[in-house]
Nanobody, 116 residues
Framework: QVQLVESGVGLVQPGGSLRLSCAASGSIFKINVMGWYRQAPGKQRELVAVISSGGGTNYADSAKGRFTISRDDAKNTVTLQMNSLKPEDTAVYYC??????????WGQGTQVTVSS
């Protein structure tokens, strides 16, 4: 079992930046994928960005060029740096961990609001 704790909830103006962090604890496999998903009101949860333990990344088209995902395996953390934020980025952001066997854990979610 893996527990995920997110931080970085915030209200930011359009064009601003925000950093989300997620700390994992528990039975962490060496081989895993961690990442961020988001869910806006009335919409399905969607991938934002993921990063593997090997360093490979995958971004949603909406995140490319604006968001950067990184990880610190010594601290079991994953960070999402979000720049040039838009109102349409407003959503609850969820951290996700998937181990090598495919078992997944989710964080509780953190609200990001982009508004003037």
């Amino acid at each position: 079992q893996v527990q995920l704790v997110e931080s970085g909830v915030g209200l930011v103006q359009p064009g601003g930046s925000l950093r989300l962090s997620c700390a994992a604890s528990g039975s962490i496999f060496k081989i895993n994928v961690m990442g961020w998903y988001r869910q806006a009101p009335g919409k399905q949860r969607e991938l934002v960005a993921v990063i593997s333990s090997g360093g490979g990344t995958n971004y949603a088209d909406s995140a490319k060029g604006r968001f950067t995902i990184s990880r610190d395996d010594a601290k079991n953390t994953v960070t999402l740096q979000m720049n040039s934020l838009k109102p349409e980025d407003t959503a609850v952001y969820y951290c996700k961990y998937v181990d090598g066997a495919g078992a997944a854990s989710w964080g509780q979610g953190t609200q990001v609001t982009v508004s003037s």
